[in-house]
Structure formats: C-alpha cells, structure tokens
C-alpha cells in the first residue's frame, strides 16, 4: 500500500532553517506530483508547496514563497522541504501527500515549531 514517512521537524529559533524529508513507497513516485501541506492548531490544513512529476514545475503559498524550497529525488523516492527565515507563525505539523488513482494519501506528519 501507498506510505509516506516524514522526519526533520523540531524546535527551531526564528530565523533558522529546516528541511524535511518524506519518503514514498507503494507507489511509482516518479510518475507523481507531491506537495507539502501543513496544519496549525485551530487551523485547516493548507498547501504550502507542490512539485510536479519531473521536478520540472514548483508552486509556492504566498506566505512561504522565497523562503522555502520544495525538491525531489526520483532516485530515492523521496521529497524535501527546505525552509529558511522561518517564523514562528510557521509552526505546524508539516504532512506530505499524493494524489493517486482518485486517492489522496497523507502521512504521520512533522512538528515544525518556531520559537525563541
């Protein structure tokens, strides 16, 4: 079945900088675009970057364009998240996710908090 594992969340001052990573198995990860999405307390879940198939095409929210990175390795079926200058209105859980075959998949997800 489709899995996806995050891992590099932590407590991070502002200013700092992270990178998650996600690993996929179950699937043919080179054939899909992922997407990096994260929840706050209180708040719904929200898209905070995508990345095509190829790696060709990335798509920011206006609130992490500039700062954050979104990358794959189709070699290693795996997806970063490289974040900068982050902010402590940049604490959430991160997920990962997929849409395949008129399925959305997410996993665990990673405690992201930013403070001083």
């Known amino acids: 079945q489709v899995q996806l594992v995050e891992s590099g969340g932590g407590l991070v001052q502002p200013g700092r900088s992270l990178r998650l990573s996600c690993v996929a198995s179950?699937?043919?990860?080179?054939?899909?675009?992922m997407a990096w999405y994260r929840q706050a307390p209180g708040n719904q879940r929200e898209l905070v970057a995508n990345?095509?198939?190829?790696?060709?095409?990335?798509d920011y929210s206006k609130s992490v364009e500039g700062r954050f990175t979104i990358s794959r390795d189709n070699a290693k079926n795996m997806v970063y998240l490289q974040m900068n200058s982050l902010k402590p209105e940049d604490t959430a859980v991160y997920y990962c996710?997929?849409?395949?075959?008129?399925?959305?998949?997410w996993g665990q997800g990673t405690q992201v908090t930013v403070s001083s």
């Open positions: 996710n997929v849409f395949r075959l008129g399925e959305t998949y």
């Open positions: 179950g699937i043919l990860f080179r054939y899909y675009n």
């Open positions: 990345i095509t198939f190829n790696g060709g095409i990335t």
